[in-house]
């Protein structure tokens, strides 16, 4: 299932940024624009008014349950990578993903 964009409105981005958040086809763990920049969640709730946090945090739950279901009927190996996924998001809720693990990540 291809993510359909997300309206996210805060201090990064006053005006309003289009982003595709955390997909099971996909492959990303993370919200991203359409160039497929990835952005952890703590970036795409900084300084979001509440209602709109919460409908963030809402959508990255989804995320979460559409990656579990995925890996319920999954083969082993992609249900693990699925269940990765999800374990990944969750932890991002908890502040345990930043852009700046994200970032050494990929540097190592």
């Known amino acids: 299932m291809s993510s359909a964009t997300v309206e996210v409105r805060n201090a990064l981005w006053p005006q309003g940024e289009a982003l595709l958040p955390p997909d099971e086809d996909e492959g990303a763990a993370y919200w991203r624009d359409a160039e497929g920049r990835p952005f952890a969640l703590s970036e795409v709730l900084a ?8 409908r963030l945090r809402r959508r990255h739950c989804e995320s979460i349950t559409i990656l579990l279901e995925g890996a319920l009927q999954a083969p082993s190996g ?10 990944r998001l969750i932890g991002e809720m908890d502040g345990w993903w930043t852009v700046h693990a994200r970032e050494a990540r990929e540097w190592a």
């Open 47 to 54: 300084g979001a008014d509440e209602p709109t946090a919460d």
């Open 78 to 87: 992609r249900g693990r990578e699925l269940r990765h996924r999800a374990c």
